[in-house]
Nanobody
Framework: QVQLVESGGGSVQPGGSLSLSCAVSGSISNINSMGWYRQAPGKQRESVATITRGGTRNYKDSVKGRFTISRDNAKNTVYLQMNSLNAEDTAVYYC????????????????WGQGTQVTVSS
């Protein structure tokens, strides 16, 4: 099993900053990518930012230049620094880990954190 423990989030005024972290433990072999998704009320869950083990990053267009994803492979932790937040960033943010390799039979395995609320409001 894989456990994901998220921390961070909360409430902030527009233009403010927040940071999220997600520590991964358990059967953590063959972790391929780590990332952050979000889901706003009435909307589908969407990818915000992902980072591969090699450090390749991908961002949702609307967060480029404002959000930064990073990971510490030694600590099996992924981070999301969020700056210049606006109301459209309000959502529950979920940490995601993808395992893919010999220990998964080369089948993709997705794991999710419990979610943390980010609210941007004046």
């Amino acid at each position: 099993q894989v456990q994901l423990v998220e921390s961070g989030g909360g409430s902030v005024q527009p233009g403010g900053s927040l940071s999220l972290s997600c520590a991964v433990s358990g059967s953590i072999s063959n972790i391929n990518s780590m990332g952050w998704y979000r889901q706003a009320p009435g909307k589908q869950r969407e990818s915000v930012a992902t980072i591969t083990r090699g450090g390749t990053r991908n961002y949702k267009d609307s967060v480029k230049g404002r959000f930064t994803i990073s990971r510490d492979n030694a600590k099996n932790t992924v981070y999301l620094q969020m700056n210049s937040l606006n109301a459209e960033d309000t959502a529950v943010y979920y940490c995601n880990v993808v395992r893919l390799g010999p220990t998964t039979g080369w089948n993709r395995r997705d794991y999710w954190g419990q979610g943390t609320q980010v609210t941007v409001s004046s």
